[in-house]
């Protein structure tokens, strides 16, 4: 804040330039009107002759004349006499170069030269064309071309161009005044700004007395009598807060029952609008025209719903990556025991909710469409590992033991999503733990069928849990149901997992199903297509392992590197910054992708994490200006996006924009710093 403040009340008139003063689409229009009723070339410059508008009226002649050394040089000489700043009047004087007549006049606020406005490409009447043929000898122009350019530049006397000049200067007077009345405007408005912060800044300063004040009174609170009434007082406020949520619950839901309401009422209208449309569709089915147009309002609508998942990704998944990778940090640092246990409970909310909010991103893709899978080879055996070794630690707090069993003639190597087989084999491994309170989780594996193209594989997931009740099972699979749904149901989630996995397997051109028995336990199962890859590598016979106690290696440490961070979200920044400082790399970190660029173009980074939206340059325009920027460069800096986008198409367009990977909002730290020191050490061994 105080940083906002220093910065209102030292701006002057030295930090303001004409664009940031005027409208520039405003002054084009005045200019080329100017250069319309005058017959006179016209252009806006910065005071060092950088164009502010686009050229006016200009003829192809001084082209012509810039194409040779000499009139190159004569016309730079001639442009530098017209900038200078004069506040008297307009100059005015002969092209060094064609023997034309330019003139200019100075824009200048409060003393201040902020631009100038250049005029010219004129002859004076009072000169034959022969007259200028010494020029054309003087920078080394072909005579004819020469003159077949002249004849094409306007004549007019040397007085009436002098009045067309100080038209211009009072043209240039008046835009002065006006800038002056906008200044003083931007003044007042900061000053406004002023007095907002300083009483915002008050109130933040009350009310860290008032914290500051409440934390003393709680520690001195050592007495049995006075702990007591702040309990009883806690409680009390606590019943406040449940009676207020009560009451937040109750418009919640009387809202949700309007919005349903409306909703029915617009399925109506739609219903309504869709018969009509399909009326008009039949009678005119031989109508090209209205085929195409049919075509392609359905096609928008499917891009406004892809374009709302991918915002609405963005929005979630940007704070609960600052929520995650702080509670992350904060229990990396020394605690107290309730603090550490707060913050656990506060992780493992959040990451609840994540998973919450994933499965419904998951169904609605599903459900429009936009999921579609990818089929590459992999190993299954090793995919089977992976999912075990990711439940492995929430089984062995809860003492279960997992198990697996491969059928020995399964191909090492398969072809098949194995990205979604890993979501169904989570899904259905987590429900087995979440379930079994002592016993084992055993994942079993079995060639069903195959031939030369394909093979079906069979996979049971079986547990010693509290099992399902034969009049239940049928609420399986279905969206947004749960077989126990009392409001004292003991286990939570959001119904999703099991639709969302029954539409993948049978994405993957399987069934799935469940057999259980209360108080015993349940199996899962389901079967999936796949594409040989190579087919006489098999796994050599049955394997059964016991996952319940694996031994982890510590990462070696790297060499201390820098790192370019950018990311417009605050609270992103600080924690990728605390996270990288803390495994020993050097941050710079920017919260634009303009100040990206030029961070790049000062130092070297041996990594950059770039962030997609951003304000002045995104990170897909940021990227490209510095893979453009690195063709003058002999070393490749590598690149990767750090998004809250996740959504199909997503990975690909930054690819595209010349980034190196991806990774997507919240971030896991352990697969993050892997993924950077891979990068880095290649990066290194590249430059060396």
């Known amino acids: 804040m105080e940083e906002k403040l220093n910065t209102i009340e030292s701006s002057d008139l030295s930090h303001y330039k004409f664009s940031e003063i005027f409208d520039l689409q405003v002054i084009q229009k005045l200019q080329d009107l100017f250069s319309a009723a005058t017959g006179v070339a016209s252009l806006i410059t910065d005071p060092d002759g950088t164009p502010l508008t686009n050229p006016s ?33 307009p100059t005015i004087q002969r092209c060094l170069s064609g023997g034309l007549i330019d003139g200019g006049v100075s824009i200048i606020v409060d003393g201040k030269h902020i631009a100038n406005w250049l005029v010219g490409q004129i002859l004076d009447e009072d000169y034959e064309l022969e007259d200028l043929l010494s020029y054309a000898d003087l920078i080394g122009m072909k005579r004819d071309i020469y003159i077949k350019e002249l004849m094409k530049i306007k004549r007019m006397s040397n007085l009436q161009f002098e009045n067309v000049c100080n038209f211009l200067f009072l043209n240039a007077q008046q835009l002065s005044k006006s800038a002056m009345k906008n200044i003083s405007l931007t003044h007042e408005i900061g000053q406004r700004m002023i007095n907002e912060l300083e009483i915002n800044q008050l109130n933040t300063e009350l009310e860290k007395r008032v914290v500051e004040r409440t934390t ?111 509670t992350d940090l904060c229990l990396m640092t020394e605690l107290k025991d309730d603090q550490r246990e707060y913050l656990s409970i506060v992780k493992s909310s959040t990451v609840a909710l994540l998973g919450v909010l994933n499965d419904i991103l998951d169904y609605s893709k599903i459900e429009a469409g936009i999921i579609n899978l990818v089929n590459l080879p992999f190993d299954l055996q090793k995919i089977l590992n992976e999912v075990i070794d990711l439940f492995n630690i929430s089984a062995t707090q809860k003492g279960l033991r997992l198990k697996s069993n491969f059928d020995r003639t399964i191909p090492k190597l398969i072809i098949g999503d194995f990205v979604r087989l890993r979501q169904v084999l989570s899904n259905l491994l987590g429900n087995g733990i979440k379930f079994t309170a002592q016993g084992e989780i055993h994942i079993k594996v079995d060639v069903e069928q195959q031939d030369d193209h394909i093979i079906k594989l069979r996979f049971v997931i079986s547990d010693t849990g509290i099992g399902i009740s034969k009049d239940k099972i049928d609420k399986l699979f279905k969206r947004f149901s749960q077989v126990d749904d009392s409001n004292t149901r003991q286990f939570g989630g959001t119904g999703l997992g099991l639709a969302i996995s029954k539409n993948l397997v049978e994405m993957m051109g399987g069934e799935i199903g469940v057999e259980s028995q209360e108080e015993v336990g349940s199996s899962f199962f389901f079967s999936a297509v796949f594409g040989h890859h190579e087919k006489h590598s098999k796994l050599s016979n049955i394997m059964e392992t016991d996952f319940s106690h ?116 919240p971030i896991e730290f352990s697969q993050v710093l892997e993924k950077i020191r891979n990068y880095v050490k290649s990066e290194t061994k590249a430059r060396n």
Do not use: W
């Not at 040779?68 to 200078?84: A, E, F, H, R, V």
């Not at 694996?550 to 924690?575: C, P, W």
């Open 57 to 89: 009226g200009f003829s192809s002649l001084c082209s012509e004349i810039r194409k040779t050394t000499i009139g190159l040089s004569n016309c730079m000489k001639s442009d530098c006499i017209i900038g200078n700043s004069k506040i008297d009047g």
């Open 216 to 326: 003393q009174l709680e520690e001195s609170n050592c007495e049995l009598e006075e702990t007591n009434a702040v309990l009883e007082e806690e409680v009390h406020e606590r019943q406040k807060v449940e009676e207020e949520i009560l009451k937040l619950n109750d418009e919640l839901e009387t809202r949700v029952a309007e919005r349903t309401k409306q909703l029915e009422e617009s399925n109506g209208v739609l219903e309504e609008t869709n018969a009509v449309l399909e009326e008009e569709i039949y009678e005119r089915q031989k109508a090209e025209e209205e085929i195409i147009s049919a075509k392609e309002q359905a096609e928008a609508a499917n891009a406004a719903k892809s374009q709302f998942l991918a915002n609405m990704s963005h929005e979630i998944r940007t704070p609960m990556n600052g929520i995650i990778g702080m």
């Open 550 to 665: 694996n031994d982890t290696t510590q990462e070696e440490k790297s060499e201390r590197k820098k790192v370019l961070v950018a990311e417009d979200d605050l609270v992103s920044r600080k924690l990728v910054t605390i996270f990288l400082e803390k495994n020993g790399f050097e941050v710079i970190a920017v919260d634009n992708g303009k100040d990206a660029v030029l961070a790049f173009e000062r130092e070297k980074f041996n990594l950059i994490l770039m962030d997609i939206n951003m304000p002045y340059l995104d990170g897909y325009t940021a990227t490209s200006i510095i893979r453009l920027k690195e063709q003058d460069r002999r070393y490749h800096t590598p690149i990767i996006a750090m998004t809250a986008y996740a959504l199909k198409g997503d990975r690909e367009k930054c690819i595209e924009s010349g980034m190196d990977d991806y990774i997507t909002k």
